[in-house]
């Protein structure tokens, strides 16, 4: 079974300092990963999808995550945070036996990024 | 163009009544997917189509809940007879090639 751990439910940073939301995953064979923020009142919006090649993927509004398969981890990341990136921030997995599947979510980190 | 829309953007119901919630989903998208978003279990997976595929009914939580895509478009998803647990907000999503765009979501009260 597939499952993912965002082990903060927090994360507080100032503005202008590096920061990380923390994202582990389980599936078998090689993974989709993807990161997805929510801003209050809104739906998901795609940040981010690992499928196959560089381990460093870069998405939108400057983010970017880092797949490393032997700690099976997919950390996302972003040098220089700002005030709007405060949001709820959702990593997901799914399996790629089918090409299009459920993904499976993890239980988000809401990120407050102080000014 | 258009991305994914849902309807009602709320809805507010009493205990025991049936709600249908709508999902339009992006032009020439193959799958759909429903989630249901609440405190305390994040973001679950209930149904999938996927093209004329028998849909994956794994994740619906008991048989109050049903859904349908009619003409591998639009879908409605069905909970009879609702109980407050229901209350959260329901997701729709769409994909071509593995990415899923979501809709705005419809977010349910039970009275």
């Known amino acids: 079974a597939q499952s993912v751990a965002q082990p903060e439910d927090q994360v507080n940073v100032a503005e202008g300092n590096p920061l990380t939301v923390k994202c582990t995953y389980s599936?078998?064979?090689?993974?989709?990963l993807f990161w997805y923020v929510q801003y209050p009142n809104r739906g998901l919006q795609f940040l981010l999808k690992y499928i196959t090649g560089d381990n460093l993927v870069k998405g939108s509004y400057g983010f970017e995550a880092e797949f490393n398969k032997s700690q099976t981890s997919f950390h996302l990341k972003k040098p220089s945070a700002l005030v709007s990136d405060s949001a709820l921030y959702f990593c997901?997995?799914?399996?790629?036996?089918?090409?299009?599947?459920?993904?499976?979510f993890g239980k988000g980190t809401r990120l407050s990024v102080i000014a | 163009g258009a991305g994914v829309s849902q309807s009602p953007s709320n809805k507010v119901t009493e205990k025991g009544k049936d709600v249908e919630l709508r999902c339009d989903p992006i032009s020439g998208h193959t799958a759909l997917y429903w989630y249901r978003q609440s405190l305390g279990q994040g973001l679950e997976f209930l149904i999938y189509f996927q093209g004329n595929s028998a849909p994956d009914k794994s994740g619906l939580p008991s048989d109050r809940f049903s859904a349908e895509r009619t003409g591998g478009s639009v879908s409605t998803l069905t909970i009879q007879r609702t109980q407050q647990e229901d209350s959260a907000v329901y997701l729709c999503a769409s994909s071509l090639n593995g990415e899923q765009f979501f809709g705005p979501g419809t977010r349910l009260t039970v009275l």
């Open positions: 599936v078998s064979g090689n993974p989709y």
């Open positions: 997901a997995v799914s399996s790629p036996v089918a090409g299009n599947t459920p993904l499976v």
